[in-house]
């Protein structure tokens, strides 16, 4: 399989996300607390070896200082298990806060810093990733935090959907909050989470990662949804008119370890 384009610039700095408006769309910090923030990183690996590391730190270090605030990693590979391989990661905060309280976290506690000790102290001339691109998102109203997949999840659906303009996104955003989630949970189309996209490629846009137990499982899912009776009532209704100029799909498999 292609791999398919998931981000081709490196993000913009995550704090810009403070200043954005809330007539933009996003929530007022006194609203931040009730619903999630992700940060969706994808590592350029050197080896297959070198996601074992990483694999280590994520879990050892990363995971239990988001577990103690309500948080979860969760680590994908992708479907296509091409060479050199990537690594996708899912870091879910409780909000805004605690987002910017873990990222000082990590570079000022010492029980954090001893965890990672080993990642931190690898030599430079042997770099687990190339580098890794990443999306900030805050998630959608209708589902504030992550969702858990069942256990026997096997294949997850990551797509994000590029505007041509921010208020194109915004009433894709409205589109789903309203009526397409709603529909989405009736078919089987499993969420994981829904987010708008603060800082990185491709805005203005929201992404979105669906969980299924295999591909047979999620052509059934998607088979059920194109011609229901609600999707076609609502794709044509005017205010959801060119909301959406490019979709972005990739398929990943989850990780050893990964909590989601």
Known sequence: MKRRTFIQNTAATAGMAAAFPAAAGISSPADQKSK???ELRKYQLKSGGAKTQLRKYLLEAVAPMLNEQGG????FGE???EEPPMLYVLLCFPDMNQYFTMKNKMDTDPGFQAKAKAYNELPYDKPLFDRYETLLL???DAIPQVRQPDAGRGLFELRIYESYNEDASRRKILMFNKEELPLFDKVELNSV???KNLAGSHLPAMTYMLWFRDMKHRDEAWGRFIPHPE???MR???EYANTVSTIHRVFLVPDEGSQL
């Open 36 to 38: 999630m923030i992700y």
């Open 72 to 75: 979860k990693v969760g680590i």
């Open 79 to 81: 479907y296509s298990l």
């Open 138 to 140: 805050e998630a959608f």
């Open 193 to 195: 989470f829904f987010g």
């Open 231 to 233: 999707w076609i009532a």
């Open 236 to 238: 044509d209704k005017p």
